[in-house]
């Protein structure tokens, strides 16, 4: 089992930035992908970015060009800068990791933490 605890959401205006961190722990081994989702109230969770392991980063296209992802093997962290913040990046963030057990593929999600963007 992997547990997920992510930080670093809060409030800021419009055009701010905000780093969100995400520390894992438990059975860390054979990790597919680790990335970032987003759920707005009303809205269904969408993918911000991820790092599949030995691929290719990706992004939302929404997030293109200001968001950022990172990750520190040796500290199981994942991170997410957020620059140039908009009212509509307004949302739960949360951290997805997945994990190769074989024939089966877990997936393991933080309890999410708030950003809020105000105009």
């Known amino acids: ?4 605890v992510e930080s670093g959401g809060g409030l800021v205006q419009a055009g701010g930035s905000l780093r969100l961190s995400c520390a894992a722990s ?8 680790v990335g970032w989702y987003r759920q707005a109230p009303g809205k269904q969770r969408e ?5 599949p392991t030995g691929g290719t980063t990706n992004y939302a296209d929404s997030v293109k060009g200001r968001f950022t992802i ?3 093997n040796a ?3 994942v991170y997410l800068q957020m620059n140039s913040l908009k009212p509509e990046d307004t949302a739960v963030y ?3 990791w997945t994990q190769d057990w ?3 593929t877990k997936i393991y999600w933080g309890q ?3 950003v809020t963007v105000s105009s």
């Open 1 to 4: 089992q992997v547990q997920l």
């Open 26 to 33: 438990g059975s860390i081994f054979s990790i597919n992908a």
């Open 47 to 51: 993918l911000v970015a991820v790092i």
């Open 70 to 72: 990172s990750r520190d």
């Open 75 to 77: 500290k199981n962290m």
């Open 94 to 96: 949360y951290c997805r």
């Open 102 to 104: 074989g024939a089966v």
């Open 112 to 114: 999410g933490t708030q």
